[in-house]
C-alpha cells in the first residue's frame, strides 16, 4: 500500500507485508509411472528413480489472466484436459467455470490452476494460448511438482508416524500401540500435535526435482503430445486404469535469491507533522509511516548516507527519495519499477 498525499497516514498492518514469491507460469501434467535411469558419471554408473510424468493430447492452455488495477496481483490462469460436462456439472460454479471459458472460445477443462507471475512475464501471454514444456522448462531445470499423496485410510501409529513397536514375546501385551500421550499430573492434558492414530496419506504435497528429459510436440498413435522425466518420486497413483494417474501440476522452484524475485522500495510518506518536529519519533495515539524492506524497518539507511555523504550517495538518483529535500513529489509517488 503506498500513499497517494502527503498527510496520508499508512496503518502498521498494511505496511508490514510478508514477503511473496511468484511461481511463475507453470502446466498441468499426470504421473504415468516410474522407472530406474542408468547415469553415468566420472565413469561410475549408477540407477536413479525417476518419475514419468505424461500430458495427454489437447495440453495445456492459458485460460484468464489478472492485473492488480481489478484484481490486486498478476496471475496467469492455466487449464488442462478437456471433457464433456454432464448434467450435474451443469449446475452452480461448476457451470459458472464452463461460461467464462466459453466466453474465451475455449472448451470445458477438468482442471485449473492460477498462477503468480511477474509483471514482465505476464505480457508473454494471451488468453487461448497454448502452452508447451520446452517453452517453460529445459533439461537440467529444478522444478516445484505439487500433488496429493496416497490415501492409505485409517492408520496406526507404527504405520502413520513409524513409531517403534513393543515387544513380541514374553508375555508382553504392548505390541504394536502407541504409548504414553503424556504426564498424568502436569500438564494433565494431552498435548497438541500428539502424534496418534489416524487417517494417513491424502496430503497436498510439493517436491522439488530435476528434470532429466523432455519428449515434446510428439506426433505418434497411442501416446501422448509431451512426456516428462523426473529425478526422484512424484506424490499420487500412477496410471494403473483407463483414467490415467494422479494430477500434477508444476512450476519453477521458488527461489528468494533469484533475480526474477526482486522487488523495488516502494517509499512512503512520513505523517505530517508539522516544522520542528523531529520527523523519527513517533506521535501518540497517531498512525506513523516509514519505509520498510520486508517489515525491517530502512531509515537507518538513510540517516547513514547523510553522515558520510551530506549531498545525496554519489551516483544516487534523489529526486525519487522523500528523504532529501530535493525530492520530486511526483516522482516519489509511484510504483515499483518491475
Known amino acids: 500500500m503506498v500513499a497517494t498525499r502527503p498527510d496520508q497516514a499508512i496503518p502498521w498492518w498494511n505496511r508490514m507485508v510478508k514477503p511473496q514469491v511468484e511461481s511463475g507460469v507453470g502446466i498441468w501434467a499426470e504421473k504415468l509411472n516410474m522407472t ?10 549408477r540407477t536413479v528413480p525417476a518419475t514419468i510424468l505424461v ?100 492408520s496406526g501409529a507404527i504405520k502413520k508416524w513409524g513409531h517403534k513397536r513393543g515387544p513380541m514375546t514374553h508375555g508382553s501385551k504392548h505390541h504394536r500401540r502407541y504409548g504414553s500421550v503424556g504426564a498424568g499430573t502436569s500438564p494433565g492434558r494431552v498435548l497438541p500435535e500428539k502424534k496418534m492414530p489416524g487417517w494417513a496419506g491424502d496430503n497436498k504435497m510439493a517436491h522439488t526435482l530435476k528434470i532429466m528429459k523432455i519428449m515434446d510436440k510428439i506426433d505418434e498413435p497411442n501416446m501422448p503430445e509431451s512426456i516428462i522425466v523426473v529425478k526422484g518420486t512424484v506424490p499420487g497413483y500412477s496410471a494403473y486404469w483407463k483414467e490415467g494417474g494422479s494430477y500434477v501440476y508444476m512450476h519453477r522452484r521458488k527461489n528468494k535469491a533469484d533475480g526474477r524475485f526482486k522487488r523495488d522500495p516502494v517509499w512512503l510518506w512520513y505523517y505530517k ?66
Not at 36 to 41: G, H, L, N, P, S
Not at 132 to 141: A, R
Not at 324 to 337: G, I, N, R, T
Open 55 to 154: 500430458i495427454k493430447r489437447g495440453g495445456n492452455w492459458v485460460t484468464a489472466k489478472k492485473w492488480p488495477e481489478k484484481f490486486g496481483y498478476y496471475s496467469v490462469q492455466v487449464g488442462y484436459q478437456r471433457y464433456s460436462p454432464k448434467g450435474w456439472q451443469l449446475k452452480g460454479n461448476r457451470m459458472i467455470g464452463i461460461k467464462d471459458l466459453a466466453k474465451n472460445e475455449l472448451p470445458p477443462l477438468r482442471k485449473i490452476r492460477e498462477f503468480r507471475v511477474r509483471p514482465d512475464e505476464w505480457e508473454k501471454y494471451e488468453v487461448g494460448q497454448r502452452l508447451w514444456p520446452s517453452d517453460l522448462f529445459k533439461e537440467g531445470d529444478l522444478i516445484d511438482v505439487h500433488g496429493k499423496s496416497k490415501g492409505k485410510g485409517m
Open 273 to 338: 507533522k508539522g516544522e520542528g518536529v523531529d520527523p523519527y519519533v513517533p506521535l501518540r495515539a497517531k498512525a506513523w509511516t516509514w519505509n520498510t524492506l520486508w517489515g525491517r524497518d530502512m531509515r537507518w539507511i538513510a540517516r547513514e548516507v547523510k553522515k558520510y555523504w551530506p549531498d545525496g550517495f554519489p551516483g544516487y538518483d534523489h529526486s525519487k527519495d522523500p528523504f532529501y529535500d530535493d525530492c520530486d513529489p511526483h516522482k516519489a509517488l509511484k510504483a515499483p519499477e518491475w
Open 36 to 45: 530406474t535411469i542408468f547415469q553415468e558419471e566420472e565413469g561410475n554408473v
